[in-house]
C-alpha cells in the first residue's frame, strides 16, 4: 500500500485532506476549464452555437453521471478492499470495472447518437440552435468512451493514492483540449488569424490603444462545432493512456489473477448494485438542469445563453472543495472497510465545515465581480445583464451544494448508496423542480435562480444531520 493510500487510514485527517487536495487542485481546474474552454472557443462562432452548448450541457450532465456513478461503485468496492488489505481482490474488482465500463460506454455513446436529434427536437425550438446540439453531441456520443475511461481511471489512480499522478495526466488532456479546439474549430488559418487577434488585442490594451483590433469567425472554414467534440474526445483519451500504466504497476491489474472470469457475474452484479441507487441518485441531478434549459428556453435564447456562462463560472467556485472531496470517497470507504469509524465521523466534520465556509467566501467575490465574470463570455447587454444577475444568487447556495455532496460521500463510502440516492430525489424532485416552475407560474425568469438557491441551502440542512446521525451510529454499533 503507497504511503499516501496509508495516509487515507492513518494521517492526520486535516494534512491528508490538504495535500491531497492541493495536488488534486490541478485536475480539478482542469475538469472545469473542460467547459470553460469548449465555451470560449464555441461563442466566437455566435450566439445560436453559445445557446446551444447551454442544450448540450444537460445531456453531457446525464451521460457524465452515469459513468460518475459506475466509477464511483468500483473504486468504492475498491477501496473497501483496500482498507481491508487485499490487492487480489481490489485487482480483480477494479479491471471487471474498467471492461464493464468500456461495454457500457460504447452501448450509450451507439445509441444516443442515433436517437440525439429525435430527442432533442423536443426542446430546441430553433432549427439553428438545433443543428449546433446535433453536431456536437454525435461526435461527443459516439467517442464517450474516452471520457468513462478517463474518468474511471482518474479515480483509480487516486483512490491507490497516487493524487499528484492523476491530477499530471488531467492537466495534460486539459493543455490538449487547448490546442486542439481551436485548431478543429476554427481551421490552422483562421486559428493563427485568431491567436495573431489575441496578442493585438493584448498590445493594445497595453498601449492604450482605443479601438481594439476585431476578428471575426468564418464558420464555413473549419469543423465548427463538430471540431469541438473531436477535440475533446481525443483530449479525454490521453488521461487514460497515462493511468492505467500507473494502476497496473501498483496492483498488477493484466493478469490472468486478475481477469479470474470465474468471478466476473459476482463483481458485475456487485458494481451494478451499488451503481443503480448511485445512478438514479446522480442522474437527477442533471434533470434539475433539463427543467431549468426548459424553462429558460420559455423566455428566450438570451436567458439560455446567459445559464450557458453561469454553468461554465460556477465550476470555478468548486475547484478547491472539489478538489478535497476527491480524496474524500476513499477515505470515507478505506476507513469504512477497516471499521474506523470515529475516524470517519471526524474525516465528514471537517470536510462539511470547510466546505460552508470556503463557499461563502467564495460568494461574496461571485457576487461583487458577477458583471465581469459574465462578461468574459459575452457582450450582449441583455444576456450580460441576465447572467450577472443570476449568478450573483445562485453563487449564495454554492456552500449548501458541497455540504450536501459530501454528506453523500459519507453514505457511498459507508456502503449505503441508496440513501444517497433519496437525498438527491428529495432535493430534485420536492424542491428544486417545483421551486423552478414558479418562474413559469409568475413569468419571471429570475425564480430560475431563486429556485436554486432555496433548494440548495434547504437540501444541505437535511444531510448535514443525517450523515451525523448515521455515522454516531455506526460508533455505537447500532448499524453495521
Not at 35 to 44: G, L, P
Not at 151 to 178: C, D, I, Q, R, Y
Not at 337 to 358: L, M, N, P, T, V
Not at 437 to 452: M, P
Request: hydrophobic share 55%; glycine share 8%; net charge neutral.
Amino acid at each position: 500500500m503507497s504511503q499516501e493510500s496509508q495516509n487515507y487510514l492513518k494521517g492526520s485527517i486535516v494534512r491528508t485532506l490538504l495535500t491531497t487536495g492541493l495536488a488534486m487542485i490541478p485536475a480539478t481546474l482542469a475538469m472545469s476549464l473542460y467547459n470553460i474552454v469548449d465555451t470560449y472557443f464555441v461563442s466566437r462562432l455566435g450566439l445560436e452555437a453559445l445557446a446551444a452548448m447551454g442544450f448540450c450541457f444537460p445531456i453531457v450532465g446525464v451521460v457524465s453521471c452515469i459513468y460518475h456513478s459506475m466509477s464511483t461503485a468500483v473504486m468504492t468496492l475498491l477501496s473497501h478492499a483496500l482498507g481491508r488489505q487485499d490487492d487480489k481482490e481490489a485487482a480483480r474488482i477494479l479491471l471487471h470495472g474498467l471492461i464493464f465500463m468500456f461495454a457500457a460506454s460504447l452501448v450509450i455513446g451507439i445509441a444516443g447518437a442515433a436517437s440525439c436529434r429525435w430527442l432533442c427536437s423536443f426542446w430546441v425550438e430553433t432549427p439553428e440552435v438545433l443543428e449546433y446540439v446535433c453536431q456536437f453531441m454525435t461526435i461527443w456520443l459516439v467517442g464517450n468512451f474516452t471520457i468513462s475511461l478517463a474518468m474511471s481511471t482518474h479515480k483509480f489512480v487516486l483512490a491507490l493514492g497516487f493524487p499528484k499522478k492523476a491530477a499530471t495526466w488531467m492537466l495534460a488532456s486539459l493543455g490538449l483540449n487547448v490546442i486542439l479546439e481551436p485548431l478543429f474549430i476554427f481551421g490552422p488559418t483562421q486559428t493563427m488569424a485568431w491567436m495573431n487577434n489575441v496578442l493585438a488585442s493584448v498590445t493594445a490594451y497595453l498601449t492604450g490603444d482605443v479601438i481594439p483590433p476585431s476578428f471575426v469567425i468564418d464558420p464555413g472554414i473549419g469543423l465548427g462545432m463538430y471540431g469541438a467534440a473531436i477535440a475533446t474526445v481525443i483530449a479525454q483519451a490521453l488521461t487514460p493512456v497515462g493511468c492505467l500504466p500507473i494502476i497496473h504497476r501498483r496492483l498488477k491489474i493484466w493478469t490472468r489473477e486478475a481477469l479470474d472470469m470465474s468471478k466476473w457475474n459476482e463483481d458485475v452484479l456487485r458494481i451494478v448494485k451499488f451503481s443503480i441507487p448511485t445512478i438514479l441518485g446522480m442522474i437527477i441531478m442533471p434533470l434539475s438542469g433539463f427543467v431549468a434549459t426548459g424553462v429558460a428556453a420559455h423566455f428566450g435564447d438570451k436567458v439560455v445563453a446567459a445559464m450557458a456562462c453561469i454553468s461554465r463560472l460556477e465550476t470555478l467556485a468548486f475547484v478547491v472543495p472539489m478538489s478535497i472531496g476527491m480524496a474524500l470517497m476513499p477515505m470515507f470507504a478505506q476507513n469504512y472497510g477497516a471499521g474506523q469509524f470515529e475516524r470517519i465521523d471526524k474525516i465528514r466534520r471537517i470536510s462539511q465545515g470547510f466546505a460552508a465556509c470556503y463557499l461563502f467566501l467564495c460568494a461574496a467575490v461571485f457576487t461583487v465581480l458577477s458583471s465581469v465574470m459574465v462578461g468574459f463570455f459575452t457582450d450582449d447587454a441583455e444576456v450580460l445583464a441576465i447572467g450577472s444577475t443570476g449568478l450573483s444568487i445562485i453563487c449564495w447556495g454554492f456552500a449548501g451544494q458541497e455540504v450536501h455532496r459530501f454528506g453523500c460521500f459519507c453514505y457511498n463510502g459507508c456502503n449505503r448508496p441508496g440513501m444517497s440516492a433519496i437525498f438527491n430525489i428529495i432535493k430534485i424532485f420536492g424542491m428544486m423542480i417545483p421551486l423552478l416552475l414558479l418562474a413559469l407560474v409568475f413569468e419571471d425568469y429570475n425564480w430560475i435562480f431563486w429556485g436554486r438557491l432555496i433548494s440548495e441551502l434547504a437540501a444541505a440542512v437535511m444531510v448535514l444531520y443525517l450523515s451525523r446521525r448515521l455515522v454516531r451510529r455506526l460508533i455505537r454499533g447500532e448499524i453495521a
